[in-house]
């Protein structure tokens, strides 16, 4: 989902162009069936659990091991999985989840980070007695949560499977923007998101439902928090990057173009593919898959890419388990690397 965002009127007000997409999900007044459940706005899915003071939204659903926990990117939250949660529930056990602020969760008192969020993850599944290991999916900035997970909790991580994520060093490796463009909120101007508007993947079943979920004041501002915490988040996955195991990892990247048609853009692209690519550099065990016909929310737009590829994630983590003592860079179903996996800007070190 993208946000609109306008400046208050006044001495402080600025118009702030954010040239990247948040998404997200909502749901509406009346009462709405997901999975043979009724929910609406004050009866979500699943469960609200207590993780000390606060409470966290958590669905499961399915059988099986390892369990595939889904995390979204900013502005998202548990109902955009749906779909993929339940294709996925006839072969494990699945559990999508509302970060602190989105969907039916409750605010957290605590700085809006990556190294936050994983804790406050970690104290959720433990409080609905969810067993590892996992393979983690996340989606965008949900790539920056599952890989501190991964380095924080080597023990009990399976995989990894990162949605056209975010990369730690972006912010280095992008151009500058244009004159006037900012890639986030400055502090203290009043900016707003007055608008979430939907991809038209969108599941258009529950669309008022998250679009209300959406709306909601107390969403908008951990929006804008975790977008101005961006940055720090990223130098937590940096600075735990030696922590990260050698673990079955997939790489997920859009395939078709979102950035203007001109030298910015241009730039852009590019340095996405580059960033998309050093993501291999992870583990001697990555696989890259390029959903050539999605934008940046292939979960949304093609599904079953998203599947197949944490599916493909699932069978490594299984074999893995069956022979525990061999480590291998190849995978079990006699799949091949579908790009090497190098750094792309010449050291080995993963980043």
């Given amino acids: 989902m993208r946000y609109v965002l306008r400046p208050f009127t006044g001495r ?13 999900l909502c749901t509406a007044a009346g009462a709405y069936t997901v999975n043979h459940t009724r929910v609406d706005l004050d009866h979500p899915p699943g469960r609200l659990l207590d993780i000390g003071g606060y409470r ?5 659903l399915g059988r099986g091991s390892p369990t595939v926990v889904l995390d979204s990117g900013i502005g998202g939250f548990s ?26 969760s409750d605010r957290s008192p605590y700085p809006r980070t990556t190294r936050v969020i994983v804790q406050e993850l970690h104290r959720l599944l433990s409080a609905a007695h969810e067993t590892p290991p996992y393979v983690l999916a996340g989606h965008s ?11 924080e909790f080597p023990r009990e991580v399976a995989g990894l499977v990162l949605i056209d994520a975010s990369h730690p060093r972006q912010f ?36 008022q439902l998250a679009f209300l979920l959406m709306v909601h004041r107390r969403s908008a501002r951990i929006q804008l928090q975790e977008v101005e915490h961006f940055e720090e988040s990223a130098r937590e996955v940096l600075a735990q990057h030696e922590r990260f195991p050698n673990l079955p990892v997939i790489v997920i990247t859009r395939g078709r173009r979102v950035w203007p048609h001109n030298g910015y853009g241009d730039a852009m692209e590019q340095a996405w593919t580059d960033l998309q690519h050093n993501l291999l550099s992870l583990s001697q065990r990555s696989v890259q898959i390029v959903a050539m016909n999605s934008g940046h929310a292939i979960h949304l737009e093609q599904p079953q890419v998203v599947i197949a590829g944490i599916l493909r994630d699932l069978r ?23 790009a090497p996996a190098a750094t792309g800007d010449g050291d080995k070190k993963p980043l």
Avoid at 12 to 24: C, D, I, K, Q, T
Avoid at 176 to 198: A, N, S, Y
Avoid at 316 to 333: K, Q
């Fill in 56 to 60: 966290l939204h958590i669905y499961c």
């Fill in 172 to 207: 280095s490796r992008f151009p500058p923007p244009p004159p006037g463009t900012l890639l986030k909120p400055p502090p203290d101007t009043g900016t707003r998101i007055v608008r979430p508007e939907f991809p038209s993947a969108y599941p258009k079943a529950i669309r």
């Fill in 12 to 24: 402080r007000g600025a118009a702030v162009l954010m040239p990247f997409l948040l998404y997200g």
């Fill in 79 to 104: 109902l955009e999985w749906l779909d993929i949660q339940t294709a996925l529930s006839r072969h494990t056990r699945v559990c999508t989840y509302d970060r602190a602020g989105y969907g039916w």
């Fill in 141 to 151: 900035f949900g790539g920056y949560n599952i890989r501190y997970f991964a380095g």
């Fill in 316 to 338: 490594s983590a299984r074999w893995d388990a069956a022979r525990p003592n061999l480590v291998t860079g190849f995978m079990p179903d006699g799949g091949h690397r579908l």
